[in-house]
């Protein structure tokens, strides 16, 4: 199943209901196969510590600050020869972007 990743005008209600959180939902990337979270698995959280703390198998939020600092996480990914597909990169690095130009956004990692 993967990591999937969704775009959200403001932060869900809680507790997360699917069907409710679709009224906030902006765009989404899926991960077939396992890419996505198989690579943030691999990432050290030293180097990485927005994006290498991220659990593959859990819920994330990222917002504002952290948004921005992963975004720029990702443009070092970008110059690295990493494992990740570079269509992969691009499409999370534009909710990224997308995210830390709308205030109150909130980025959503959806993990297995």
Same mark, same amino acid.
Do not use: N, Q
């Given at each position: 199943?993967?990591?999937? $990743?969704?775009?959200? +005008? ?8 699917? /069907? ?20 943030? +698995?691999?990432?050290?959280?030293? $180097? =990485? ?7 593959? =198998? ?7 600050? =952290? &948004?921005?600092? &992963? ?18 990169? &691009? /499409? ?5 972007? /997308? ?5 109150? &956004? ?7």
């Amino acid at each position: 199943m993967g990591m999937d $990743v969704e775009l959200h +005008s403001m932060a869900p209600p809680l507790p997360m209901d699917w /069907e409710k959180s679709r009224c906030t939902l902006l765009s989404e990337m899926g991960d077939r196969g396992d890419i996505l979270s198989d690579f943030i +698995s691999s990432l050290d959280p030293k $180097v =990485y510590p927005i994006l290498g703390s991220l659990d593959p =198998y859990g819920d994330s939020c990222l917002a504002g600050e =952290y &948004a921005l600092r &992963a975004l720029v996480e990702v443009g070092k990914l970008k110059t690295s020869r990493s494992s990740i597909p570079s269509e992969k990169l &691009a /499409e999370l690095e534009r909710l990224m972007l /997308e995210c830390v130009k709308r205030p109150g &956004a909130v980025l959503i990692f959806i993990g297995d």
